[in-house]
């Protein structure tokens, strides 16, 4: 079962994408997905070899289809072969730079690692068509990710600022995801200002009160400041904390390891006083 809802979430990602991109008044690319999608691939999970099969046989029937190379993707995206799943996406953007651009930006930040890379895509898809969003953020806010991850944290603090200081215009400060202030909080934690950082992750912890790795960093600030009981009282909570399961929740989670997700058998020996 806890395959079925990403998948679902893929089909009608792809079935959004193909939409935009005008293809569906196509008939003949519309024939190719009922046959080798309705009919084919999408019987499939995407980890079983009948998906490729059935998307390398529409690719010989249309080899500029754009959806066809994002699906081809796909399973390369999850089994970690990058170089492989890059590739594909590069066929992708080809074709349909407006709604693959960005994407392959944010792909290559979350899954890939791939930094300035990544920064070329989103700055690159900003210029060209706007502040775009990838799975409920801004491009923006990956474009921090990138910055902070290069260890440009003024770069990082000011993309998030914007993006903060946008959705507090448009919707509210309520809106701000606990994600984002989460990072906030790691960027003014490695500026080492420990107030700041303690102010951001306090408000990612109100919205998210079980948030184990925001737990840990602020723990870690109180630990910068000489406060090693409230750390030690903080962190011990964090990893309870995780140990239930309360991380980092976003969907690509579940594959890939965020920027500053705390990795706890490194992470507890920093907790002071720590004992197996």
């Given at each position: ?13 792809g079935?959004?994408?193909y ?11 519309q024939t190719i997905?009922h ?5 084919g ?18 690719l ?13 993707a796909?399973?390369y995206?999850?089994t970690?072969?990058y ?5 594909c996406?590069?066929k992708?953007v ?5 709604n693959?651009?960005?994407r ?6 979350i ?29 923006r ?10 260890g440009?944290?003024?770069q990082?603090e000011?993309?998030l ?5 946008k959705?507090?215009?448009?919707r509210g400060?309520?809106?701000?995801p ?6 906030m ?13 303690i102010?951001y ?7 998210y ?13 109180y630990l910068?400041?000489?406060?090693t009981?409230q ?12 140990k ?6 976003e ?6 390891t ?12 920093t ?6």
């Open positions: 079962m806890k395959y079925i809802v990403p998948f679902i979430i893929l089909l009608l990602a079935s959004t994408i939409a935009r991109s005008g293809a569906s008044t196509d008939d003949r690319q997905v046959q080798y999608l309705e009919n691939a999408y019987k499939y999970h995407y980890t079983l070899p009948g998906w490729d099969d059935c998307i390398n046989k529409a010989q029937q249309d080899s500029t289809m754009a959806l066809l190379w994002q699906l081809k796909l399973p995206w999850k970690k072969k170089e492989l799943a890059v590739a996406y590069d992708a080809l074709y349909d730079r407006r693959y651009l960005s392959r930006g944010f792909l290559k930040c899954f890939q690692k791939n930094y300035r890379s990544a920064l070329a895509d989103l700055e690159a898809a900003e210029q060209e068509f706007g502040i775009e969003y990838q799975n409920d953020h801004s491009c806010f990956y474009m921090a990710l990138c910055h902070l991850q290069l440009h944290y003024q990082a000011n993309l600022k914007t993006d903060f200081d959705t507090t215009a448009t400060e309520s809106w701000i606990f994600l984002e202030l989460f990072y909080g790691i960027i003014q934690y490695e500026q080492r200002d420990y107030k700041s950082a102010h992750l306090d408000k990612a912890i109100a919205q009160p079980q948030f184990s790795d925001a737990g840990y960093y602020k723990g870690l600030c910068q400041n000489g406060d009981a750390a030690k009282v903080l962190m011990l909570a964090a990893k309870a904390d995780h239930k399961g309360y991380s980092i929740n969907d690509d989670s579940f594959y890939e965020y920027p500053y997700q705390v990795n706890w058998h490194m992470a507890k020996w907790i002071p006083g720590y004992t197996e």
